[in-house]
């Protein structure tokens, strides 16, 4: 079965199953004492210059620790309605931090300081919770893709009233390989505090990284993993992924090829009637409305969701492994439905 329902439903890329198994084949220290961990640090290093790194299980866990590392209880984070955080985590970053989340309005996913400025009227005010973060998506979940020039405006509007930037960064590598530059200028030199490096996504069995760029909030970190019950002992199985990931460009080459899946498939179905692509197509998500009458059938052969159930509005994405094949088979099956 290949699916276009999300990116999370294709298998481990064979380098980084590779990766696996040399990791398999020794004894190592635990808790991140492993030359694998040593590895892929100055592997992130190499890529964004001075970091704090730590790793986690998954998404929800890394952007846990991101926020624990920024925020107190009665501080508040700024994030867009559709913000993993928001709609995707069960409420974890509340209840595990006792934060609160401002949801913004956003018609294209992404956040500015005009829609953010209204949310910082009652700062001093003890009656309200304290913004002090804005949490941003990378790409976007309604698959767009932050500028550079969008990124700085956004990081130094954030500084400029005291508040950190936190970048949940689940496909960080498709919103970089979208961007054509490096990672250093897509993040760090944007003004990005703190982010997560998504590896699950783009090919990972398991795994996210925690970035550390400001060294404010790099001091009580490690605490903040091991309390969110995110610190394996075994690390070296998640640290020996990302050793791989950030080798010979492979996180490019996975996500080069996702994006360009999403590119063809938006061309050939926009060739087709009763088709409307409703959002930008950036890095590997399309989302289009087709008939109601085509989307069971066209679902029972390849899985995808429902964006909005009232528009039936879906959601396609394309994944590392995803082929030019599977594209037009799935085109034409949506083509012989229509």
């Given at each position: ?12 890329h064979?380098e980084i ?11 190592q ?6 030359d ?29 620790i ?14 867009t309605?559709?913000a ?5 985590e ?22 500015t ?9 009652r ?38 009233n ?36 998504g ?17 404010e ?15 394996y ?85 394309c994944?590392?492994d995803?082929?030019e ?9 949506l083509?012989?439905?229509?």
């Amino acid at each position: 079965m290949k699916s276009f329902a999300s990116d999370n439903y294709s298998g481990i890329h064979p380098e980084i199953f590779e990766a696996i198994q040399q990791a398999n084949s020794q004894h190592q220290i635990s808790y991140g004492d492993d030359d694998f961990t040593t590895e892929a640090n100055l592997l992130f290093k190499n890529l964004f210059g001075s970091v704090e790194v730590l790793y986690a299980f998954n998404g929800t866990g890394a952007n846990i620790i991101c926020l624990k590392c920024c925020t107190l209880p009665f501080q508040a984070v700024i994030c867009t309605e559709y913000a993993h955080i928001h709609v995707d985590e069960c409420g974890a970053p509340t209840q595990s931090i006792g934060c609160s989340l401002l949801p913004v309005s956003t018609i294209d996913g992404k956040l500015t300081p005009e829609l953010i400025k209204p949310f910082l009227n009652r700062i001093g005010n003890v009656h309200n919770t304290q913004p002090k973060v804005i949490s941003i998506s990378q790409s976007t979940e309604l698959g767009t893709v932050y500028s550079i020039e969008e990124l700085k405006r956004l990081c130094n509007f954030a500084h400029s009233n005291n508040l950190y930037v936190h970048l949940d960064g689940a496909r960080i590598s498709n919103a970089v390989a979208a961007l054509g530059v490096s990672m250093k200028e897509a993040t760090v030199d944007c003004g990005i505090d703190i982010m997560s490096f998504g590896g699950t996504k783009n090919g990972l069995m398991l795994g996210e990284a925690v970035l550390i760029f400001n060294n404010e909030l790099k001091a009580n970190a490690p605490y903040f993993q091991k309390q969110s019950a995110q610190l394996y002992s075994k690390n070296r199985f998640i640290a020996a992924q990302f050793k791989s990931l950030l080798s010979n460009d492979l996180w490019f080459r996975m996500a080069m090829n996702a994006n360009k899946m999403a590119k063809l498939l938006a061309s050939e179905i926009s060739k087709l009637p009763n088709v409307k692509i409703t959002r930008q197509v950036d890095a590997n998500a399309v989302f289009v409305i087709i008939p109601v009458n085509v989307i069971e059938p066209l679902r029972k052969l390849y899985p995808f969701y429902e964006w909005d159930a009232q528009t039936h509005e879906q959601r396609w994405m394309c994944s590392f492994d995803t082929t030019e094949e599977d594209v037009n088979e799935f085109v034409d099956k949506l083509k012989e439905l229509l």
